[in-house]
């Protein structure tokens, strides 16, 4: 079992420092590169399945949460507001409302519907100190959030359509979810009051979990405060769920902010909002994502990709050669020369790095490499540019294969 704050530490991939403050971690230069590359792959699958990206403030005025229902409803999670020329404004919980008002900003006819908005955008959640722990309980977080406006008739396939780009992108992480729940509401005032929304909602949820063929199960008192969701669950070495991607169906927030659009009759109609985020925060992903592969992610998403290993100093010139080249074609590739002690030491410092291209004075001679693999694996001998090219396109594959068995 891996704990990822100790081994994020330990690989220089986040920390945090009292003079920032708790549950605000900031991220080292090889926990950076997990970020972004996790942002890109997800911006890209994004891009891929019709969705158009946004950027918008983190803050906005209290109005906007009180027209949304956070104020009323969620207002325990929020920070406070601030005062600001005469105006309260507030550091957002939820992009939800933001994205309304993009909706809202132009005119929409039922021809451009489904509308994709997405955002990895930063929100904020006053959570209590004692429940803080490294980058799964966090109070500045960065969201894959996305917000479609459709038709009734449309949530179905939309909902379908999130799901799947759930599905890919676990398949590229390497990550199982442990089951599928349906979140219902519960006893209690924290949920919207329009039982006919509920209904409706809740509705085409089960239908679409029904039509996937997934196995679910339905709880209680675990929807959004504005409508039911579908949450994946994944579970840490110690068995503990937590919520990592979610689909939820909205029909408040298009009645409170007076969405519409034109129909094939002319007439204005009421779109709804299907939420969903494919890895929920980035922070919590990569923690699920340390833990899950102990730091040894997959090669798409690894710090460093090529590791070159020259036996002695003699080699040094071709092994910086053969890193060039690999950066050349976009592949993160570092030295690690005999400074840095034996081979057999320099191989087990590089234990996570996919990939180990070990060259000596025969290997310099011939321009062939002896490739390691990170899971144990001695290749035969190749020439550096096959090495370079099968390599290449594996990354690029975006899976969890290292090499074809």
Not at 234 to 252: I, K, N, P, Y
Request: negative net charge.
């Amino acid at each position: 079992m891996h704990d990822h704050r100790k081994l994020g530490r330990e690989l220089g991939l986040f920390d945090t420092d009292p003079l920032i403050g708790s549950g605000l971690p900031y991220w080292l230069p090889d926990g950076a590169v997990v970020r972004h590359t996790l942002e890109e792959y997800i911006r890209a699958a994004e891009r891929e399945a019709g969705y158009r990206h946004v950027y918008s403030p983190v803050l906005g005025k209290r109005e906007l949460y009180e027209i949304s229902g956070h104020w009323s409803h969620y207002q325990d999670d929020m920070f406070p507001p601030m005062d600001l020329g005469g105006e309260q404004v507030v550091l957002r919980p939820s992009l939800c409302p933001h994205h309304a008002l993009i909706y809202r900003s132009r005119a929409h006819s039922y021809r451009e519907l489904p509308l994709r908005i997405a955002e990895l955008g930063g929100m904020y959640r006053s959570e209590l100190s004692g429940v803080l722990g490294g980058l799964t309980r966090v109070r500045a977080i960065q969201l894959n959030d996305a917000h479609i406006f459709c038709t009734v008739e449309q949530v179905e396939e939309e909902a379908r359509g999130a799901l799947e780009l759930i599905r890919r992108a676990y398949a590229a992480l390497g990550i199982t979810p442990v089951r599928y729940r349906l979140s219902l509401p519960g006893p209690g005032g924290k949920y919207v009051a329009a039982p006919e929304m509920w209904r409706r909602a809740g509705e085409l949820l089960t239908e679409v979990l029904d039509r996937s063929g997934l196995p679910y199960e339905a709880a209680e008192g675990e929807a959004a405060f504005y409508g039911p969701k579908i949450d994946v669950q994944v579970a840490d070495g110690a068995g503990r769920e937590s919520t990592l991607s979610t689909v939820q169906v909205d029909f408040h927030q298009p009645e409170q902010f007076d969405l519409h659009y034109i129909g094939a009759d002319g007439a204005r109609h009421r779109p709804v909002m299907v939420h969903r985020s494919i890895i929920g925060s980035v922070e919590r992903a990569v923690a699920h994502l340390i833990e899950q592969h102990g730091g040894a992610f997959p090669a798409w998403l690894a710090p460093t990709q090529v590791v070159v290993l020259p036996v002695s100093e003699e080699e040094l010139p071709e092994a910086a050669a053969f890193a060039g080249r690999c950066s050349g074609l976009g592949l993160r590739a570092e030295v690690a020369g005999p400074e840095r002690g034996s081979l057999g030491a320099r191989i087990r410092e590089a234990r996570l790095v996919p990939y180990q291209v070990v060259i000596g004075a025969k290997e310099a001679a011939s321009g062939d490499v002896a490739l390691r693999l990170r899971d144990g694996r001695r290749l035969d001998p190749m020439p550096g540019p096959e090495a370079l090219t099968r390599v290449t396109a594996l990354v690029a594959a975006r899976g969890t294969e290292l090499w074809p068995a």
